[in-house]
Structure formats: C-alpha cells, structure tokens
C-alpha cells in the first residue's frame, strides 16, 4: 500500500475563503512543572463532540492558557464525549466549525494543513467507492453568496507515526507530565509503517498531527470521481 500527504492546491482556481474556528476548545498550557513550557497545539480537532451537556460551558469557549492541573481538569470532563481512538492535547478543538466563508470551493477543501473539508456530493461518492474512516461532520459556515456549498469537516483521527529514521537521533523523550516533545516536522518525512492503520484510508499523524495522510485507495478514488482542491505527495513508509 503506497501512501500520500493530503496538502492545499495552490494552482488551483477555486477562490474559496474560510475565515473559522471551532466552537469549543481546551486550553494550553501555562508552564508545564515538569518541562516549564507553555504550549498548546491545536492541530487535533474532533467537529463531531457536543458540549452542550457540559455544565460549565464557558470554560470551553474562550481559547486561553492555564496552568496544568486545570487543563487536565478540563480533559477530563471532555473524555468520555469524545469519539473512540481519539487523543488528547492542550489547545485540542471541539465541536462544529463556525465562521465565514465565501468565494468558490472545490469538492476538497484544505482550510490549513490540518482541517479537511469537503463537498458533501463529494463525500457520499467517495463512500460509495468503499473509502474508509470517512465521517463528514456538519459546519456552521456563513456564507455571502447564494447557492452556497454544503461543506462538511472531515472527523480524522490521529494514528500512525514517522519513522524514528527521519528524526533527530539524539531527540529527548516526551515530557512525562504533559506529553510535548518539542519536535519539528522533518523537512524529509518516512512514515513508519508498522504503526499504520489496516482499517483506514485517511488518518493524521499521531505525533505531527499537522499531517493528513490518506492511501493509494483514497487517491484512486478521487482521481476516477475528477474531485479536485487538493494535491497528494508520496509519503514513503518503512
């Protein structure tokens, strides 16, 4: 099975404009004690979360930075809402996409390199194609013009993993409190493959969730449907 990174097309002509966020989110962190970082991700989003069982709400709706013992407080009132597989990090975000939008979206649409929209059209052929893991969840866009897309988030869980190869050999291990690791995203990347799902065609990396990747079956099926906005890199793996 070969891999791909989903990434933006910028030779594209679609002029398709999000300016969004997510409804809810925990916090970073404010001086980690067993590393003294400050930090927060944000790369991991799950769209399909509802809060609005959580009695205090507001605690999720202002992005902000907190001292450890509180993040954690709040990680854990979010868990057992959260879908299976999901995993966890300060500055995580919750619930639907809002914002605006405006201009013309192509059937895939990047909103940055780590959210992933689509058509719904474009989602149900793919489905019917027999691509897995895909579940598309409802925004909350506003949109300029009439007759706008119906644009749905894509809910990518984070699995897989680099291979230790293309990463610094003399790297430290995670922060045992917090879990950061502080690493950058290696310019030459080899996905480790024994770390990869069997059972889905679109997934993130678990330790640069910033990338999407998606298998051979996922770009076939896109490229025999013309569904465009995106472009697929080679990710090799070992």
């Known amino acids: 099975m070969d891999y791909f990174s989903i990434e933006e097309d ?118 019917a194609q027999g691509v897995r893991g895909l579940k598309g969840c409802h925004t909350q866009l506003r949109f300029r013009q009439r007759n706008s897309p119906e644009l749905l988030e894509l809910e990518i869980l984070p699995v897989g993993r680099l291979h230790p190869d ?9 922060c045992p409190r917090c879990g950061r690791d502080g690493l950058s995203l290696p310019d030459d990347r080899l996905l480790d493959a024994a770390t990869v799902p069997s059972h889905l065609d679109l997934f993130r990396l678990e330790d640069f969730s910033t990338v999407i990747v998606c298998t051979e079956r996922f770009v076939e099926a896109c490229r025999r449907l013309n569904l465009d906005g995106v472009t697929f890199q080679p990710l090799p793996a070992a």
């Open 166 to 174: 293309c990463l610094p050999p003399e790297r430290k291990p995670p």
């Open 10 to 127: 910028r030779t594209s002509a679609y002029t398709g404009y999000i300016n969004g966020t997510h409804k809810w989110g925990l916090p970073g962190i404010l001086g980690c004690p067993g590393c003294k970082a400050s930090w927060s991700a944000g790369a991991k989003s799950y769209p399909s979360v509802d809060l609005t069982s959580v009695s205090s709400l507001a605690d999720f709706e202002e992005p902000r930075a907190e001292p450890i013992e509180e993040y954690e407080r709040l990680r854990e009132m979010v868990r057992p809402l959260l879908p299976p597989g999901a995993l966890v990090e300060p500055g995580t975000e919750l619930g639907p996409l809002m914002g605006k939008a405006q201009g013309s979206f192509g059937p895939l649409v990047t909103l940055n390199p780590w959210v992933l929209l689509m058509q719904r059209e474009a989602l149900e052929k793919l489905q």
